[in-house]
């Protein structure tokens, strides 16, 4: 029996599949089913996602998460470029998300 070497595919993958075929909550709501919270990916996901449906302050505390537990410095300049995309900038608590993207 064949068996594959690596790491599995990342659980993380469907959601945004799921949240363009059948909308942002759909996606969200797959993701927050998963146990992956010590994940940057899982959390940046979750970032945009909640950006979608409007949540912007669920949104930036994602995106922070994300770039807490990241640790490759191109994957943490990657999340803060997102931040300013997305219209947030740093305050003593969290983000602060001004714009939103389409959705």
């Not at 909550?25 to 979608?52: E, F, I, K, N, S």
């Amino acid at each position: 029996m064949f068996q594959p070497e690596g790491p599995a595919p990342s659980a993380e993958a469907p959601a945004p599949v799921m949240a363009a075929l059948d909308g942002p909550q759909v996606g969200l709501a797959l993701v927050d089913g998963l146990d992956l919270d010590d994940r940057h990916r899982y959390h940046a996901v979750r970032a945009d996602l909640r950006l979608r449906l409007d949540r912007p302050r669920d949104a930036a505390d994602a995106l922070d998460r994300a770039i807490a537990l990241c640790d490759n410095d191109s994957a943490v300049r990657l999340l803060r470029r997102r931040q300013a995309a997305y219209g947030c900038e740093a305050v003593p608590v969290g983000l602060r998300c001004t714009r939103m993207l389409p959705g």
